[in-house]
């Protein structure tokens, strides 16, 4: 493609087969001829003054001779059955979309029918003709999208240009029962209550400052949109005003998502044909965008004109911005809903890492000023023991050199971690219960509270009949619910498979990591000291590949697997696909963590005694022991894969965009085209595509989950998720108002199936901390041992590290210590089953304590508050008054005038 960019000629005419006569591709300077018109070449306007609500763009070959015979052949095949696949099969596909938009048949049939009428002279005829023609008006008035097709300055990118007049807004308005501000009823309603305690501690500027914006409430009252009922409606007689862009947005990508492209067969058979999202999997077109309003940087010459990329881009995106709050608002109605609740939510969640990551920094603060002092540090840094090697062939070592490893593990192994797991899980619940109140207030202020049961049906959904709503009695499509199950089973059976595979690839890298371990030990002295690091590394691009070629194979299965489960509504989709690939992801994630921190080093046995794993030895803790090597585990993945990613985020669409724009421009020059002038929608096309939500949702919950499921190794983590997502909210806003194109708008009322999977979570990190204090962490041997022996840790590292049996021969076992309570003999000592018994006490005590306390303060914490419960009371008393009154007015105009005589 890039040869074809730079060797292309002069751009020509171009003309494409249809289904009457060709049309020829006009570009900019045939469409934008006059004064007037060319002031609308930079903005957002048609050729004839119309708001662009939509850009549909797609590509032609850049050779002339592949174009050429591409459109010969789209001009040979037209009226034959063709594969959907087939290049040719996209032009007819485009044609009968773009058709079904602008009732392009509708007005053909209109016109039919009014030549019908002028010869008819059956007077039956004529009234079922006259409400034929009726009927046909109504739809063209009411769902006609204008379109103007526009070919590229580069010659092979086509644009498709649509407006939604105002009346097809207003339909599609009711029919996805949008809530929009009433006009007040004239009564007098009483105040409302005065924020809670809750509200005023969560106001207060130092927890405010990342999330909360000064919005004052207008006292307004929203309603369901009804047609009938329009005049009760805040600015509908102001079309422009009436509608915000998000929700222009919003009810524009409804109708291209309501679309077929194909016409439906009496069988059914090609049902699934519909949809712009289809169309773009497809290929058929390119891309699918609204415009943005404005520059993100260079304020609007006239300024009545929309500015809101503007605005976000100088107060929110920009990086001066990130102690400055967010405005919510603004964002929920340029981007919708569902971007502004991503946003919401991770403001929130790092305003709640603040007196987390204060009380970890403490537990650290006094980890590091107390590591010096240990009695048993004292103790291992005057040892002259020789130490066991860490496999049978690895050499011997002196414990003293272990010294600075083992002080300085004290600093994220000592009794404070007890109280800081603890206090996470404490913290975790209280975050999520203050999120359910968070996100009522703002969905109630959102107008979004009843979103999911009054969402429309996904376009993309295939029923098999009709039957009975229980509450409105009206025939609505359902699929069977227990063919749904049956495919649900199905999946799930797929969804173990594919979790079985990634474990045992992750039991297959740690034998590949023993095997060449053993092996290098075995072949050369010299690389004794580098085979752990050399087999670390191997192990890990290993890992590394397995990984992606399994994520790359599971995204797409679970993607087709949750597509055949056919599920109604669009939230229950994105659910469905969320749960399974968050679950595969998490799997990848923190599956070595997992290893290193209830595995690594349980099973390695002891000198002449080694555990194996498919007659392989073992792998062994390191010198230092494997809390201290969780512990740079988790800080290399948190700090290097979030600064990883942040800068893949900025740099990458950059540099993407950089590109493309060279070489647009480089051929618009070998064309002879003015490259000063290049239109928005050009500009907007050599954006990244948005990607959606899904992995920044995903992004944030696996740093949660690193947050609490190992927080007990690492508490500095909540410091490092708040320092990363003060810097993640600036990048994810100048990403999405400067880099990528802008998404369509869409509506939630929540997080959906995030919070589900938070909260599982948070219920899964009561017991990984408790196993991690536990098991790696020397927390509770050092407890037992300091009460056995007179509250001393006197003597711990002689009792810690076990004499070898093997006390004759030659090797790295022989006369040496090992770690372990075990006698001479090697067997296990009296001091070994009592921690063992102080271990599964700890893990039973503490996991009941904390789930206790987490469950009490749950039912404490109402989900919804008493201000957000009135206010909605409040309005729903107003709705209905407003309505009424306007019922109240119809019957009276319709009331019949009754004469009495006298």
């Not at 045939?30 to 930079?42: A, F, N, R, S, W």
């Not at 526009?150 to 807004?169: C, N, R, S, W, Y």
Request: net charge neutral; glycine share 6%.
């Amino acid at each position: 493609e890039k040869r074809a960019w730079m060797a292309a000629a002069a751009i020509e005419e171009i003309e494409l087969p249809t289904r009457g006569e060709p049309v020829r591709l006009q570009q900019y300077q045939d469409l934008y001829t006059t004064e007037e018109q060319k002031e609308y070449i930079g903005g957002n306007r048609l050729s004839t003054g119309e708001m662009i609500d939509a850009i549909l763009a797609w590509k032609l070959p850049a050779k002339k001779e592949e174009r050429d015979k591409l459109l010969q052949e789209v001009a040979k095949k037209r009226g034959l059955p063709i594969d959907e696949e087939a290049p040719e099969a996209h032009f007819y596909f485009r044609e009968f979309y773009e058709s079904m938009l602008t009732n392009k048949y509708v007005q053909e049939n209109l016109a039919e029918a009014k030549a019908e009428l002028d010869r008819c002279h059956d007077a039956t005829r004529k009234v079922e003709l006259a409400e034929n023609i009726e009927t046909m008006r109504k739809k063209i008035a009411s769902s006609t999208l204008k379109l103007e097709t526009e070919l590229g300055q580069d010659g092979m990118t086509v644009f498709v240009k649509i407006h939604a007049p105002f009346e097809t807004l207003c339909n599609a308005a009711e029919e996805v029962r949008l809530v929009l501000p009433l006009k007040p009823s004239g009564k007098v309603l009483p105040p409302a209550m005065a924020p809670s305690l809750e509200q005023r501690i969560l106001s207060l500027p130092l927890l405010r400052r990342l999330v909360v914006e000064d919005v004052p409430d207008d006292g307004t009252y929203c309603g369901e949109f009804k047609m009938a009922h329009r005049d009760r409606f805040v600015n509908f007689d102001t079309p422009e005003l009436f509608f915000s862009p998000a929700h222009r947005s919003m009810l524009v990508f409804r109708i291209l998502q309501a679309t077929r492209y194909e016409r439906l067969e009496t069988d059914g058979s090609n049902s699934e044909r519909i949809g712009i999202n289809r169309m773009l999997r497809k290929g058929m077109y390119a891309a699918a965008y609204p415009l943005h309003d404005s520059s993100a940087t260079k304020a609007p010459a006239n300024k009545a004109a929309p500015q809101e990329r503007y605005l976000l881009g100088t107060t929110w995106a920009a990086w001066r911005c990130w102690p400055k709050t967010q405005p919510l608002m603004r964002i929920r109605d340029y981007f919708g809903e569902k971007v502004a609740f991503y946003f919401l939510w991770l403001g929130f969640y790092t305003r709640m890492l603040i007196p987390a990551s204060i009380v970890g920094l403490g537990i650290f603060l006094y980890g590091l000023g107390t590591f010096k002092s240990q009695d048993d540090a004292a103790e291992l840094c005057n040892s002259n023991a020789v130490i066991c090697g860490l496999c049978s062939t690895c050499k011997q070592w002196i414990l003293k050199t272990a010294c600075s490893a083992y002080e300085f593990g004290w600093v994220f192994d000592n009794g404070g971690t007890v109280f800081f797991s603890f206090f996470m899980a404490l913290w975790a619940t209280f975050f999520l219960e203050f999120w359910k109140r968070e996100t009522a207030t703002k969905a109630y202020e959102w107008d979004v509270s009843d979103f999911e049961e009054t969402e429309p049906l996904r376009p993309e959904f295939r029923a098999r009949g009709t039957r009975a709503d229980p509450v409105t009695q009206e025939l609505v499509p359902f699929f069977p619910t227990g063919v749904r199950r049956r495919r649900f089973a199905a999946s799930v059976l797929v969804i173990l498979l594919m979790l079985t595979l990634v474990i045992w690839a992750v039991i297959a890298v740690i034998v590949f990591r023993l095997a060449v371990q053993v092996a290098l030990y075995n072949r050369d002295e010299s690389l004794h000291n580098s085979a752990a690091a050399i087999t670390s590394a191997l192990a890990a691009v290993l890992n590394l590949i397995t990984i992606v070629i399994l994520n790359m194979i599971y995204n797409k299965l679970a993607s087709v697997l949750t597509e055949w489960e056919n599920y109604e509504k669009q939230t229950e989709y994105e659910q469905a696909l969320s749960l399974k690939v968050s679950l595969f992801q998490f799997v990848n994630s923190y599956a070595s963590i997992f290893y290193i921190a209830f595995f690594k080093g349980q099973f390695v046995g002891r000198p002449g005694a080694r555990g194996t794993l498919f007659g392989l030895q073992q792998e062994d803790c390191p010198q230092y022991g494997c809390m201290l090597e969780l512990t740079i585990q988790l800080a290399i993945i948190m700090v290097g894969k979030q600064a990883i990613g942040n800068m893949t985020e900025l740099v990458i669409p950059w540099i993407k965009e950089t590109i493309q724009t060279r070489f647009m421009l480089k051929r618009m020059d070998k064309a002879g085209k003015d490259k000063k002038i290049v239109t928005r929608w050009e500009r907007h096309f050599l954006m990244e595509p948005y990607g959606g939500q899904f992995a920044e949702y995903l992004e944030m919950v696996i740093q949660f989950g690193f947050v609490t499921l190992f927080v007990a190794a690492f508490p500095l983590a909540p410091l490092c998720a708040l320092v990363n997502n003060i810097l993640e909210i600036r990048l994810d806003a100048n990403k999405l108002v400067h880099r990528i194109r802008r998404p369509f708008a869409e509506r939630a009322e929540d997080i959906g199936v995030w919070y589900d999977i938070l909260l599982f979570i948070s219920f899964v990190a009561v017991i990984s901390n408790a196993f991690v204090i536990a098991l790696p962490s020397a927390f509770i041997p050092k407890l037992v041992y300091y009460y056995n022996n007179g509250q001393s840790l006197t003597g711990y590292i002689g009792v810690a590290y076990s004499p070898s049996p093997l006390t004759s021969g030659s090797g790295s076992d022989v006369n040496c210590f090992y770690k372990g309570f075990r006698n001479a003999d090697g067997t296990y000592s009296r001091l070994h089953y009592e921690i063992m018994m102080a271990r599964l006490a700890f893990v039973l005590v503490f996991e009941h304590a904390v789930f206790i306390v987490k469950f009490l303060f749950a039912y404490l914490i109402p989900d919804v508050p008493k201000s957000i419960k009135l206010a909605m009371r409040r309005e729903e008393h107003e709705a209905r008054l407003a309505l009424e009154s306007v019922m109240l007015g119809a019957r009276t105009e319709n009331t019949p005038t009754i004469v009495l005589n006298q």
